[in-house]
């Protein structure tokens, strides 16, 4: 049996940079209420948004992930070219292949190893977790991390369930080897049992038919039963929050920054509680002007706290996202 060279990497990897693009209409609970029969006051009341962000015919998934990565390269003090790895969280890149990644790969300039990954909302975490393993295990130097949707192409207009709650937006990470370990372990799962929550309603085959089916035309939609989701999201992921904490040797006076999944406000507020954060904590609320993005709301979330002075260069933050599957993941990072 011959002797097999591996690979080693560096002792410890880190975000050192973080990039977001933001569509550009911005929608108001106004334009969403009459298809719903809903009001500003109740999906305010519900949710804690106020306006989301809908993509137009030009913004597609790759433009907004190219223009959130060239952001994020740059502010990690990097060319493009340096990238050797590129990872890509989305639910709604509609050619089931290629990987857009692939292609945000060609335009950004490099020709790293790129791939797709689908964990819904918990998505970006779960590309940080990958590219820290990466990056550690020597297989990459640096790792772009895009969390990106464009959920306005599978969402129910009529829907009051979710049509007042998802949007459109891309961030991204650079991460690469770092002198102090900036990713502490991740915590992550999945609750299959919870597989019917949030979903996409209709089977491909169902639009597409057959000879012996015709098909209904009509492009799949997100469905989610929110009562349930926010019982399960409120309780469970406090006490992920705090495993993830005790993985990084983190405690709650440790934590300079709490960035949750933008799902809902509510439920912001009820894992903020359950898991009894300092008032010391500030707390990303990226939903209530962005609204739920899915794999790129934790990253947009972090971009506009960095942007506003909330999370500074250095701090300790906890970020954690859960979607559907159910799945999860949650870590504890440096702020770059």
Not at 78 to 90: H, R, S, W
Not at 275 to 293: H, S, Y
Request: one cysteine or more; hydrophobic letters at 45%; proline letters at 5%.
């Amino acid at each position: 049996m011959a002797a097999l060279t591996t690979t080693t990497g560096a002792q410890h990897a880190a975000i050192l940079g973080v990039g977001a693009y933001r569509p550009l209409r911005v929608v108001p609970n106004s334009d969403v209420v009459d298809a719903i029969d809903s009001s500003d006051e109740w999906i305010q009341q519900r949710s804690g948004i106020k306006t989301r962000r809908w993509a137009g015919p030009d913004e597609s998934v790759q433009m907004m992930s190219v223009e959130a990565s060239r952001i994020a390269i740059e502010r990690a003090g990097l060319e493009p070219g340096q990238i050797d790895c590129v990872v890509v969280a989305t639910v709604s890149h509609l050619l089931q292949t290629p990987a857009v990644a692939t292609a945000i790969a060609h335009e950004l300039g490099t020709d790293a190893a790129a791939f797709d990954i689908s964990a819904a909302c918990s998505g970006f975490c779960h590309g940080i977790a990958l590219a820290s393993d990466i990056v550690r295990a020597g297989t990459s130097r640096y790792v772009l991390v895009v969390g990106v949707e464009r959920l306005t192409d599978i969402l129910d207009l009529t829907d009051r369930g979710t049509a007042f709650i998802f949007a459109d937006g891309a961030g991204a990470a650079v991460v690469g080897p770092s002198e102090t370990a900036g990713i502490g372990p991740v915590v992550w799962g999945s609750d299959g049992e919870q597989f019917d929550l949030i979903r996409q309603r209709e089977d491909w085959r169902d639009v597409v038919g057959s000879p012996e089916k015709p098909g209904s035309g009509v492009m799949p939609h997100l469905t989610m039963q929110g009562n349930p989701v926010f019982r399960w999201a409120s309780f469970a992921m406090a006490k992920i929050g705090q495993q993830a904490l005790d993985a990084a040797g983190v405690t709650l006076d440790d934590l300079d920054v709490f960035v949750p999944h933008q799902a809902n406000m509510r439920i912001i507020d009820a894992m903020a509680r359950s898991m009894k954060l300092p008032p010391t904590v500030r707390i990303a609320r990226d939903v209530a002007d962005q609204g739920n993005t899915s794999a790129a709301s934790v990253p947009l979330a972090l971009d506009r706290m960095m942007a506003e002075g909330e999370a500074r260069s250095g701090d300790t933050a906890l970020l954690i996202a859960f979607g559907a599957g159910l799945s999860y993941a949650a870590q504890v990072v440096t702020v770059p």
